[in-house]
């Protein structure tokens, strides 16, 4: 535990281009990882992500890799580090909501994520964003869909009756 704490805080630099809260959350995302070992279910994404306290899904232990204020972009750039250090055996991706419409490089970005975690052995299950400030959280869902399918990732319809959205209009909280 000691010897990731101090590799958590002692790498920070390596990751320069990482804004301080993306450089504290792999920090944590790091020693959580040594608490409850590699290969378990991830959660990867954004504030949706992080807020989730849940230390169990299933009946089995999750690493939070959540990074509130991610982009899907974000996340690619980030996805194998995340990877390199939890090696999830299922990795829930729930990223999309802070995207402002989708470019030429999202579909590369979505795809990029999903092809890193199956690279390092990951069954890749895709949750669809609630919604979104820009109102375009249809248009994510249906891309993330198309390319989840496209790379062999799960697309997710289930969590609806799972969790509900909070009166801000953005974030999950379960029921």
């Known amino acids: 535990m000691i010897r990731t704490l101090i590799l958590a805080l002692f790498c920070l630099p390596a990751w320069a281009d990482w804004t301080a809260h993306f450089?504290?959350?792999?920090g944590i995302i790091t020693m959580q990882t040594e608490l409850v070992g590699k290969g378990r279910q991830t959660l990867i994404g954004d504030s949706n992500t992080e807020a989730f306290w849940w230390s169990?899904?299933?009946?089995c232990n999750i690493i939070n890799a959540g990074m509130g204020g991610s982009t899907i972009g974000e996340i690619a750039k980030r996805v194998d580090a995340i990877a390199a250090v939890t090696m999830p055996k299922i990795a829930h991706v729930m990223v999309g909501t802070n995207d402002s419409g989708i470019t030429a490089q999202t579909r590369a970005d979505m795809t990029r994520i999903i092809v890193v975690l199956r690279n390092y052995g990951a069954m890749v299950v895709v949750w669809p964003i609630p919604s979104n400030p820009t109102g375009n959280a249809a248009a994510i869902n249906a891309l993330w869909a198309e390319v989840s399918a496209q790379n062999g990732a799960y697309w997710d319809w289930w969590w609806p009756t799972l969790v509900s959205v909070n009166p801000d209009g953005i974030h999950l909280t379960p029921e």
């Open 23 to 26: 450089d504290a959350r792999m």
């Open 56 to 59: 169990a899904v299933g009946g």
